[in-house]
């Protein structure tokens, strides 16, 4: 166990550097900087300029101004965003659980629909309810989750039963601690729903190929030649087996998550981490972009790596030697 | 698809050819036909589909109405024109018509239909499929966006980018992902090795997040064209690496399978192996894949353009004419801005639907 984390670890060290480093010079391909938008403005003196520009270091060439921020980034300092004028840390903090609880709220969302469903889909195989529902999971696996965003805030107009986009209601700081809680939770469901749509679809599909495909494996044959009910067989034999993947997938579709959720996020106007990044990417707000995308990273690479430790936790077969020779 | 496709009668179709110049051609051609009628519907419908967006594509200033960029500047915002069907006595002046509209309301942007007046459609005319007598009265079929350009007109020359993007970016990285996976499985050993670690680092970025940096670099002043390219660009140097982690591990296992060891017995050199028994094995999978991946670059651009990212204004794709629903009044108001999102949504749909039965097709036993 320790040498597999201790091996993980490691793996991750060149994998930011490289991420941040191209992120870095891609920033710095674009023409001007956020200060010389500020340039464009007639009230502000050229002194103030040149001022801020050494303030952030923007007068540094490339590899100063990479070397510098890593050296600050080591020391667990992110910097200050040049737009908001807060520390990143705070920032993405403060945004970042917006993201993590969409993520994970859609992923159970997700998961108490798809599994379900694809077990009665799989035992029915080929009736009406599988076509019907494997066409419906067609359709949701290719309606983009922001088409889907968008037809949720014309919803939310139409109905007026949930709030259409924002992260809580404009009189959040008076509200007393439980109807914080129920506001902020009555601003996520609509996201969530669009989020978890497509989830759903294609988890529904991977369970019921599962499945189908343990089905017809020796064991669950032995198991039914010893008598075992048919309950028994699908729910001890084929779907233990059956839900190995979904494992791996919680972590490896944390990726998928991440991306959906900053469109959603950017459509209904959720403070979460992806709007954060858009609106930086946008004014070329330097430390705040690096912070947010190795955020996005971090999150990433630690689902990934507690979706394998989960994976040896289900599946006897699988040790920490086995995942880390692979 | 649950049901397992019906295997195409090879036989039969070997018997109908006759020896001749273009017997090659009509094999083809018959077993694409034979394949037609043993698809599904959904196929059928997604193949239809698909062939009418790259008909949009590639015949977009026939297909097209109006200019794409021909604003009506009296017509922002304006509805969906009903179709009327001309009785039969009519039918020397034409066959269908529609009342022209006028605006109601200037603030609240509303329409009412001028029904004293009739504009007629006119097909095959001035250049056009279909378009009206002059073209400063538009028939606007899809309605039209908030500077009164033709929406349908920008939709068929949105399919350029849109339809296009998947297949240039497929392109892209379906040759680096073989070039580098086969290489890599060739030369095995150190360089193997580093190759994949690279390709790992690439699979576990936060994509969307990275697409999002990279679009940075592309300049606002920069021609539809460059722009179009740069976003294939970094999408495919987003998405070469799980190709060839991929194509590398099927390299690798069909070097070692008995045919290949036969042809190696017989002396085939290194490269003969790899052009006739290596790659034909790979490329049934590599297609399926690249079906499949082909709506991670329609999203992918829609995504960038809809955020103001991508293709600029007034280039038309589907993401960027959809952008203005990002606006919830806009929805609610005009709820037609949506229809470039169907599109978009069809468009991936189809996709989904031919690359899921080419892998039932080619692997018929996996019942994924």
Redesign the interface.
């Known amino acids: 166990m320790a040498r597999f984390l201790i091996k993980r670890i490691l793996i991750m060290i060149p994998l930011m550097l490289g991420i941040t480093f191209i992120s870095f010079i891609a920033m710095s391909l674009v023409p001007g900087n956020f200060v010389s938008n500020l340039a464009l403005d007639p009230h502000i003196s050229p002194q103030v300029i040149k001022q801020m520009e050494a303030e952030f270091g923007l007068d540094q060439p490339l590899m100063v101004r990479y070397l510098r921020w890593l050296w600050q980034v080591m020391h667990l300092n992110f910097g200050i965003s040049i737009a908001y004028r807060v520390n990143v840390t705070n920032l993405i903090a403060e945004r970042a659980v917006n993201t993590v609880l969409l993520s994970l709220a859609s992923m159970v969302f997700s998961w108490a629909l798809a599994i379900p469903i694809g077990i009665i889909v799989a035992v029915r195989q080929n009736s009406l309810i599988d076509r019907g529902l494997s066409f419906f999971s067609f359709l949701g696996m290719s309606v983009p989750a922001f088409f889907l965003a968008f037809l949720a805030m014309d919803f939310a107009l139409w109905s007026g039963v949930f709030p259409v986009g924002g992260t809580f209601s404009p009189d959040y700081a008076a509200l007393d601690a439980w109807s914080k809680v129920a506001d902020r939770v009555n601003h996520l469901i609509l996201p969530t729903l669009v989020l978890g749509v497509a989830g759903v679809a294609s988890l529904m599909r991977l369970m019921r190929s599962q499945i189908l495909e343990i089905k017809n494996s020796e064991f669950v044959r032995t198991a039914r030649a010893k008598g075992l009910p048919e309950r028994t067989v699908l729910y001890k034999h084929v779907l233990r087996n059956a839900l190995n993947p979904f494992v791996t997938m919680a972590g490896y579709g944390l990726a998928d998550l991440l991306g959906g959720a900053a469109l959603v996020e950017t459509v209904m106007n959720l403070q979460g981490l992806g709007l954060l990044l858009l609106g930086a990417v946008r004014s070329l707000d330097v430390p705040l972009v690096m912070g947010s995308v190795l955020m996005g990273t971090i999150l990433l690479l630690v689902g990934n790596l507690l979706a394998d430790i989960a994976l040896v936790a289900v599946d006897p077969r699988v040790d920490f030697s086995t995942l880390a020779s692979q | ?3 397992l496709p019906k295997p195409i009668d090879h036989a039969r179709a070997g018997l109908e050819t006759s020896p001749g110049a273009n017997s090659r051609l009509r094999k083809l051609g018959h077993a694409a036909r034979e394949e037609w009628k043993g698809a599904p519907y ?1 196929v059928r419908i997604s193949v239809a589909c698909l062939l009418v967006f790259y008909l949009f594509a590639a015949a977009s200033p026939t297909i097209a109405p109006y200019d794409p960029t021909q604003q009506y500047r009296n017509l922002p915002d304006c509805p969906p024109m009903r179709l009327h069907l001309a009785p039969p006595s009519e039918w020397t002046h034409g066959l269908l018509y529609a009342y022209p509209m006028t605006m109601a309301d200037a603030m609240a942007r509303r329409f009412a239909e001028d029904r004293g007046h009739r504009i007629w459609i006119r097909f095959f005319h001035r250049g056009h499929l279909f378009t009206t007598d002059s073209p400063t009265e538009p028939y606007f079929m899809l309605g039209s966006e908030n500077l009164g350009r033709d929406l349908f007109s920008r939709i068929v020359y949105g399919a350029r980018v849109s339809m296009c993007i998947g297949l240039v970016g497929v392109f892209i990285s379906f040759s680096l992902g073989i070039t580098i996976g086969a290489f890599s499985g060739l030369m095995g050993g150190m360089t193997d090795n580093l190759i994949m670690r690279w390709c790992e ?1 690439e699979m ?14 592309i ?1 606002s002043g920069m021609s539809t064209v460059a722009t179009f390219f740069m976003i294939v660009a970094i999408m495919a140097f987003i998405s070469w690496a799980g190709f060839a982690r991929v194509i590398r591990g099927m390299a690798a296992s069909v070097r070692s399978a008995p045919f290949v060891d036969a042809g190696r017995a017989l002396g085939a050199s290194r490269t003969r192996l790899l052009v006739v028994h290596v790659i034909p094995t790979v490329l049934g999978f590599a297609a399926v894949n690249a079906s499949l991946s082909i ?1 991670g670059y329609i ?1 992918g651009e ?2 960038l353009s ?4 991508g293709i600029q204004e007034p280039a038309a794709s589907w993401g960027n004419l ?1 952008s203005q ?2 606006d ?1 009044q806009n ?2 108001h005009y ?1 037609w801005v ?1 229809i470039p ?2 599109f ?2 069809i468009a ?2 189809a996709f ?2 031919l690359g ?1 039965y080419m892998r039932d097709r080619l692997d018929p036993g ?3």
Do not use: K, Q
């Not at chain 2, 576990?204 to 670099?217: E, K, R, W």
């Not at chain 2, 809809?306 to 990212?309: A, D, K, S």
């Open positions: 698809m649950s049901a959904t680092i576990s970025l936060p994509s969307f997040y990275f697409l999002l940096a990279l679009a940075a670099v300049p709506p999203l829609s995504s809809l955020l103001g990212l959809l629903a990002m919830p929805i609610e709820p949506l999102g169907i978009i949504s991936v749909m989904n639907f899921d996996s019942l994924r």
